[in-house]
């Protein structure tokens, strides 16, 4: 059993007057595991149902294996799901809920016993098979729900929030499981979920979806340190944000000063040195950053290819083994662990090596 | 090969080539047609010899439209012709059968000018089996084009089961309906005359006001209205009074009024009107005591609207009742907690918070009581006397001397006028206006106990009304055992031996009570009627919960529609609408099926709604992405998971069979007679005894089949988490008219 490819081609559904996909392309290589990423309402488990064929499409394509298959009804699209809450017909046992797919493509009972068999112990599920679903823990019912399926060994897999029902620690180890097994069997694999952490452990390629349109799509590494919009970044934890003006070189880009910030020169060199800047850079931008980049200095301090923002400490916190604090900058906020002990007024300036920078034209028509 | 396509041709060839065309005069499911000349014989000849043998040339059209959709059957749906073709068969075989149905009769060709343009034709009867599988052929394959142009995203088993249900309630709701309509534009010979209509609709029996300076009753409608109005406020506010009572003052005798809930459902409405005779009628018990301990001499007070309304109060209480302890359960008690930490007073939390958001709820009760009182037929028939009102007036006019049906085609109208204006206030209005939270979750909490200065008036009301239904239950349980009410109370079986004596005869038992014909006739019919309710109404809740459509909206009025046309107008629709070609079908068991089938679909409905919302949808998807189709996940998922509501839906739909009359009344025949009709019979000939003997039976019959599913539903709870806590078996939040 191998994956097969799947294409997704300028898909738009709308839910009377309301669009919640605007053209939405994405080509998924066979076997390829891809994460559908974004925030609640951005349409994520609506292309997957889209995909599914629940929802049905206004425009556009999907393509299976470069087979048509947009008005196909779920039952003949060959795709396999997994439900957020499972979806277990309560009324049957483990086992028989492993077993339906097999019995509606007419298995004999052998090889159906057979192939139940395998896929329990697979899934670590031996000696559960005459349970009824309802006595079965979470994650168990996790399993057999995974289990029913992989069953029909489908060429695609949708996972629609398989593990938000799982508590933490579970979490944890189904989410290498799941990917372990996706690997074994070679199944192109969808997985949705708002989880940004999960995404970045388990996919090939994240598609980040924001308001119906893709955000971006890349690898793990891609969408985290290479974000290709503003929202792309406050979404991967960058959210701290702060405006500059600045002007473009050969040597790279110079920031002048403000009230709030020093000035500086910034590498912007491709590679791990330089800052990520999308746009011109002429003029004004928008700099995000991760708090745990940022470092707190001596205001005073001017280190070479940083940026420097002059902070007051507003607040002071422990949460163990470092100090978290609120400085003020200007009218902005940002919280900054740090190990050394300051005190609430303290000046400080928060060090910002160009490498954790992001940097966004505020021009929309130069960005991108 | 089309499955579906070759499926539903060899059903139509069947049809046409082998079954006989026309309706037999034997009942429908006996098989003596096949000894008795068939194929030859002009009765029983399928549609090929009628044509060939008989001259019914004009059915041979039909064949084309068999044929065209045997082109398509070896091709793919996708093909640009599959679906044309299928239109064409499916449109042109349905519009030609029912075009000549219409226009050739029992008398030759139904239209004069016609008979002028193409000479003298045969007559002919209405559809039998032929006609019949002809017609379903047509209508499937009509639906597997609409599935193959891709409707309901091209599932051929959704499509022909909204086809089926559309087709269904076209036929035995919105064509008798509509036939109402037409004959009350027809005088007695069957000319059309709009001078007639206007003259019968103004009519001053109908709208007259002269009571009101003379001593005369007024026109029918007022009467009706008058009656509705004053039934659905009492009801309404008696109602409400019992559910404060069970759930707001602490009785330890409250939960026993839940009990009342089941009483509307195993007993037959009129049988109330009944037990009332036998206590104030001009021989009833009490009128007697009074007449002897006080020297009142006995009137007919009992007959005329002061009894109809104190019968129809004792009726449709209970349904009150039950919406509103609903209605009273579903305010939050946080809300009124929040309400009573701001400093609020008991009467003030009552007054400000808790009233106002039952105020909706209690709009629903009113209409509910008002439709219930407008289509009631039993208990104004037995109590009625001089104050008559439209659904009596109705029967009196197909059955009484005058055989006017162009009047009860009128009153009809009138009469649905006022209960879909109600049914359509209800559902666009008070429907959507409701507070009241329906998710099983309740809030944490208790219920405000009720202010002390309302619970003694309540009190006050709602006791003696409890002894009153007690006594009057007692009656009709207990009545029959005495030889004559008012002249005689000695002790007797007499009535139970009239009614259901058991004698050994020559060849083994013998039958010989006077009920049991029409019991077992009763039983019989609801028994086969039940299952087809249930699968009819549950089938519509599968589409309407599960399935998104084009007009879904306007599917869904027109199911919910069976709700509001009382039974008086169904029984004369089916009358007017099914006594000639093409649908035929007057003095036959089928008739009285369908008419059950239609008039108690709403109890699957409503049942299958219900159960079917708590299942989560992705149970379907499941199953459907494992690649079962839509029929197979109904069969395989979706009906275990509704066993217990298939239950209940089973049993009410059989109960409401066997106690309903309004509709029955007009549609018995000699070979058919049922139960309520039979024991009307006997209080019109004032046999009292054996009228409450044989409904006390039918009562302890109904209560054990009401008995026996509610312990089998509350014993198999499917594992459906804390959402199947314990659904009421009722739900007549929207209760058709009796």
């Not at chain 1, 060994?153 to 499981?177: F, G």
């Not at chain 1, 004004?284 to 991760?290: G, I, P, Q």
Request: one cysteine or more.
């Amino acid at each position: 059993m191998a994956g097969e490819s799947l294409t997704v081609d300028g898909v738009k559904v709308s839910y009377g007057d309301v669009q919640v996909l605007a053209g939405v392309s994405i080509d998924v290589a066979p076997g390829e595991f891809i994460a559908l990423l974004g925030s609640s309402g951005c349409g994520k488990t609506t292309l997957l149902r889209a995909i599914s064929g629940f929802v049905p499409v206004d425009a556009g394509r999907v393509l299976v294996a470069d087979r048509d298959v947009t008005n196909a009804p779920p039952d003949k699209r060959g795709m396999a799901m997994v439900f957020q809450s499972y979806a277990l017909w309560p009324h049957m046992t483990a086992a028989q809920n492993i077993g339906y797919g097999l019995r509606l493509r007419k298995v004999a009972r052998g090889e159906l016993n057979r192939r139940v068999e395998e896929t329990m112990s697979l899934l670590g599920l031996d000696g559960l098979g005459d349970r009824l679903v309802t006595q079965l823990s979470g994650g168990q019912r996790q399993r057999v729900a995974l289990g029913r399926a992989l069953a029909v060994e489908p060429r695609t897999l949708l996972l629609d929030e398989p593990l938000s029902n799982l508590d933490a620690r579970i979490r944890q180890t189904v989410r290498h499981e799941i990917k372990a097994l996706q690997q074994q069997l070679q199944i192109t694999a969808i997985h949705v979920t708002h989880d940004r952490e999960e995404a970045m452990v388990m996919a090939d390629r994240i598609v980040i979806l924001d308001r119906g349109e893709i955000a971006q799509i890349g690898t793990p590494e891609d969408v985290y340190n290479r974000p290709r919009s503003s929202f792309v970044a406050a979404f991967m934890g960058a959210d701290n944000v702060i405006p500059l003006t600045a002007k473009r070189d050969n040597g790279g880009l110079h920031v002048s000063a403000s009230d709030d910030h020093a000035d500086a020169v910034l590498s912007i060199a491709d590679g791990d040195e330089g800052a990520n800047l999308i746009g011109s850079g002429d003029g004004e931008l928008t700099a995000h950053f991760r708090s745990e980049a940022a470092r707190l200095i001596d205001i005073n301090e001017r280190p070479e290819g940083s940026l420097v923002l002059f902070g007051t400490v507003t607040q002071t916190s422990y949460p163990g083994g470092i100090y978290r604090y609120t400085i003020d900058v200007g009218d902005r906020h940002f919280l900054v662990d740090d190990l050394k002990k300051l005190g609430v007024g303290d000046a400080v300036g928060i060090c910002l090596p160009a490498k954790s920078l992001h940097l966004y034209s505020a021009n929309p028509t130069t960005s991108s | 090969m089309n499955r579906v396509v070759s499926l539903w041709l060899a059903v139509g060839l069947i049809g046409f080539f082998v079954l006989p065309w026309y309706a037999l005069e034997d009942a429908f499911w006996s098989f003596g047609w096949l000894l008795d000349g068939y194929p030859l014989d002009r009765d029983t000849a399928p549609a090929i010899i009628q044509i060939a043998v008989h001259g019914k040339v004009w059915l041979a059209p039909l064949l084309v439209f068999v044929l065209a959709a045997l082109l398509v059957v070896r091709t793919d749906p996708s093909a640009r012709y599959f679906a044309p073709t299928l239109t064409f068969a499916g449109v042109g075989g349905l519009g030609y059968l029912f075009l000549q149905g219409f226009t050739i009769g029992i008398g030759g060709w139904e239209f004069a000018s016609l008979e002028a343009l193409f000479g003298p034709v045969e007559r002919q009867f209405g559809m039998g089996y032929g006609a019949v599988l002809l017609a379903a052929s047509f209508l499937f394959l009509l639906t597997s084009s609409f599935a193959a142009r891709g409707s309901v995203s091209g599932d051929v088993f959704v499509a022909g089961s909204i086809g089926l249900v559309i087709a269904l309630i076209a036929a035995f709701v919105f064509f008798p309906v509509s036939r109402i309509l037409i004959s009350a534009f027809q005088d007695n010979d069957g000319v059309y005359t709009f001078t007639l209509f206007v003259e019968k609709i103004t009519d001053a029996k109908i709208w007259g006001l002269r009571c009101l300076a003379e001593n005369v009753s007024c026109g029918v409608a007022w009467n009706s209205l008058i009656l509705a109005v004053s039934v659905g406020f009492g009801s309404t506010v008696l109602g409400l009074a019992f559910a404060l009572v069970t759930t707001r003052v602490r009785l330890r005798m409250g939960r026993a009024f839940r009990v009342l809930t089941v009483l509307p459902i195993i007993t037959p409405p009129f049988v109330i009107g009944l037990a009332m005779i036998l206590l104030f009628g001009r021989a009833g018990v009490v009128t007697q005591f009074m007449d002897w301990a006080f020297d009142i001499p006995p009137t007919r007070w009992i007959y005329g609207f002061t009894g109809i309304w104190l019968a129809q109060m004792l009726a449709f209480t209970p349904i009150a009742f039950l919406v509103l302890i609903g209605v009273v359960e579903g305010v939050s008690p946080s809300m009124e907690e929040a309400a009573q930490t701001l400093r609020a007073d008991a009467w003030t939390t009552f007054s400000t918070v808790s009233f106002p958001l039952m105020r909706p709820g209690l709009a629903n009760a009113f209409l509910l009581g008002f439709i219930e009182s407008m289509a009631d037929f039993g208990n104004p028939f037995v109590l009625g006397g001089n104050y008559g009102v439209l659904s009596t007036e109705i029967f009196f006019a197909i059955v009484g001397a005058q055989n006017d049906q162009g009047r009860a085609a009128v009153l009809a109208i009138v009469l649905l006028t006022f209960t879909l204006t109600a049914f359509y206030v209800q559902r666009r209005w008070v429907g959507k206006k409701s507070y009241v939270t329906v998710t099983g979750k309740g809030d944490a909490g208790l219920h405000a106990t009720l202010p002390r200065r309302l619970t003694w008036p309540i009190l006050a009301v709602v006791i003696p009304w409890t002894l009153m239904m007690l006594v009057i239950y007692c009656m009709v349980m207990f009545g029959g055992f005495v030889e004559t009410w008012g002249r005689d109370h000695s002790f007797t079986l007499r009535h139970y031996a009239d009614a259901f004596s058991v004698t050994t005869g020559e060849f083994g038992l013998v039958w010989s009570g006077a009920a049991w014909n029409s019991f077992w006739t009763t039983i019989t019919i609801s028994a086969i009627a039940a299952p087809l309710t249930t699968g009819l109404g549950l089938l519509t809740a599968y589409l309407l919960v599960r399935q998104r459509f084009a007009g879904r909206e306007a599917f869904e009025f027109g199911t919910m529609l069976s709700f509001a046309i009382p039974g008086t107008v169904i029984g004369v629709s089916y009358i007017l609408a099914f006594n000639v070609p093409p649908i035929e079908l007057t003095a036959t068991g089928m008739i009285l099926i369908i008419c059950f089938m239609f008039r108690n679909m709403p109890v699957g409905l409503r049942a299958g709604v219900a159960a079917m919302s708590q299942l989560d949808r992705n149970l379907d998807e499941a199953s459907l992405t494992l690649g079962a189709n839509s029929f197979v996940t109904v069969r395989k998922v979706i009906l275990p998971l509704l066993r217990p509501a298939i239950a209940a839906a089973l049993v009410f739909s059989f109960v409401r069979a066997i106690t309903s009359i309004s509709a029955v009344i007009f549609l018995v025949s000699a070979d058919y007679h049922m139960a309520t009709a039979y024991i009307i019979g006997r209080v019109e000939n004032g046999d009292y005894g054996l009228a409450i003997a044989y409904s006390s039976v039918l009562i302890l019959v109904m209560l054990a089949a009401v008995s026996l599913v509610q312990l089998f539903v509350s014993q198999r709870k499917l594992g459906r988490r804390a959402a199947s806590e314990r659904q009421p078996v009722v739900d007549r939040s929207e209760v058709a008219p009796a």
